[in-house]
């Protein structure tokens, strides 16, 4: 059974920074894609960013310069380290992993069948 558990989130001041790690059980990080999403309540689930096995990688526009989606084969963890952050950025983020492919975007929800619970991220202005 796979499984994906997020940490790392919490309350920072705008201008702070957190690194989010996903935890995961029963897929190997590396083997496909992965990715990282953040909602809002009553709002969809956005593509944050996103890597392939070929190494290949994706950010949302505004993330760019910001946020480094990373991952660690021997720990079996995916990361995202977020720099400068504002309000905007108050969400909360679910990680996700899915079988290679090219045909779909890393920033779409589709491409990935294994999904998190989600962290907390608030940042105040």
């Known amino acids: 059974q796979v499984q994906l558990v997020e940490s790392g989130g919490g309350s920072v001041q705008s201008g702070g920074s957190l690194k989010l790690v996903c935890t995961i059980n029963g897929y190997t990080t590396g083997r496909g894609v992965m990715g990282w999403f953040r909602q809002v309540v009553g709002q969809e689930r956005e593509g944050v960013a996103g890597f392939r096995v070929d190494g290949s990688t994706a950010y949302a526009d505004s993330v760019k310069g910001r946020f480094h989606i990373s991952h660690d084969n021997a720990k079996n963890s995916l990361y995202l380290e977020m720099l400068n952050l504002s309000p905007e950025d108050t969400a909360t983020y679910y990680c996700?992993?899915?079988?290679?492919?090219?045909?779909?975007?890393?920033?779409?929800?589709?491409?990935?069948?294994?999904w998190g619970q989600g962290t907390q991220v608030t940042v105040s202005s």
């Open positions: 996700a992993a899915g079988p290679f492919t090219w045909q779909t975007s890393l920033l779409l929800p589709a491409t990935y069948n294994y």
